[in-house]
């Protein structure tokens, strides 16, 4: 696969790798453990370029391709997949949305600083009662002279209590559903804006989720993006980016449980030989990597036609859709290649099956990735 790539995208893929080795490896474990969030270590990745990888040089992005980005990004989950989300949501969702569909000034006030990784970036869609079903937004934005005034419950966001602001959308008007929906840039510390709850996690725990709540909080009209109404088409065409981003996300982990499996295999013996020997774990081994290889080259063709600007949401629903089921599917089978070490601490595979499970849930559950390659195939039909 190397020699599809140019010198650049190479160049970034060592880096991340070095730095993911280097950098995250050593305490992966321990925030996992505690529940850590890997401040430093995403100051440092902001400092190497990867936390807005794909904003050009004049907002302070490293205007790389979406090939890099997914490069990157799976090096980086696969060494630890809270990383991996932390920066992909600041990656294809935050800074992806301001640089698409935001103004010059949002982009002079907030881009600079969520590219260059200086400040942090959340994406605040799913409410209690709209996740998959997300045009059922129940906040509010009701305009007031120069500001809107929210009001509701956002959850499950990403970064919600790390980040610097978060990107929310509200029913500017609840009456016209789906296309009465807007997007505001709601920066920490405005009134009325709070993490209402910090959710304990079966996997990617370092990152974190929690409930936000806005009550009464004055936003500037100026920090609305896109017009009035555009919040749902808005949230649509950003997570077609964020898809590839959580699709990469999830081929790292795959690929991090066909690591493990192949060094334990030729290390643990079994009967007198390495249980590498034994065809029931070379099967194994074959089947992990067959599938790891079509995960990569989904995610490449929804990274590539996203650079090639055509059309690409149902190339990136088909790489998440796909590329989450072998992250799972590699992690099991990397525990039952391990046995009973597996299902402990010591060795990771037992961290990447619960860093996994959460890739076929958000940014569109399979079921939602699957509806969206359905309907897309029946327009086409
Ligand atoms: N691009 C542009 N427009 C789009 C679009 C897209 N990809 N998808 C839908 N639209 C438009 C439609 O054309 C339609 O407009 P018209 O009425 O003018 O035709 C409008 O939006 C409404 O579309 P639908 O009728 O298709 O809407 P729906 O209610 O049936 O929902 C859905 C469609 C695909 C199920 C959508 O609700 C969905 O994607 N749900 C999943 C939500 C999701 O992914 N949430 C993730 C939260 S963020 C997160 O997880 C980040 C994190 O923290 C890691």
Redesign the pocket.
Known sequence: MTSDFTETQLMIRDTARKFAQERLAPGAVERDEHERFPTEEIRELGALGFMGMMVPEKWEGSGLDTVSYVLAEEEVSRVDASCG?IM??NNS?VCYGINAYGTEEQKTTFLKELASGRKLGA?A??EPEA?????NQRTTARRDGNRYVLNGTKN???NGSTADLVLVMAATDPARG??GISTFIVEKGTPGFEVAKKEKKLGIRSSDTVSLSFTDCPVPAANRIGEEGDG??FA??T??G?RIG?AAQALGIAQASLDASLAYAKERKAFGHPIAELQAIQFKLAEMATQVEAARALVLKAARLKDQSVPY?TAAAMAKLFASRVAVQSALEAIQIHGGYGYVQEYLVERYLRDAKVTEI???TSE?QR??IA?SLLKDA
């Open positions: 989300v992909s949501v969702l994406f869609l799913s996740g998959s079903d997300a045009s499950w966001t990403t789906s296309k749902f088409r649509m065409k997570l077609e964020g959580i949401g958000y940014e569109g939602i509806i969206v309907r």
